[in-house]
């Protein structure tokens, strides 16, 4: 698997620099290495490091998961953790007492809140 994330990396590196019109020795200065570092994470010879991966995020100006994107082991999080957090988990996960206990406060705040 590592190998094909190293290519899936380099692929989407690839695809966003050549967006910007950026030259790989551009890149490579601005993160500090060599344009034949680059050329290696295009083709996903070389792995890209944690640390260098954020280089090129900020440099790029995209977020960290544009790299991950696609990929078929990837998982977005962000869709994942707003269905974890919706207020139908929240209620779904309280006892029958509880919702009626929350079924009450709301019931009163609306009460003092149009009475105002």
Known sequence: MSLELNQHLGKQLRARRSSLGLTQTQV????????????????????????????????????????????KDFQNLDTQTKSENSLEAFVSKLSE????????YIITIRIKFFTL
């Open 28 to 71: 490579a200065r601005a993160i500090n290495v060599t344009f034949q570092q680059i050329q290696k994470y295009e083709k996903g010879t070389n792995g890209v490091s944690s640390s260098r991966l954020l280089q090129l995020a900020n440099f790029l100006k995209v977020p960290i998961k544009y790299f991950f994107e696609e990929f």
């Open 97 to 104: 007492v509880e919702k009626e206990k929350l079924l009450f």
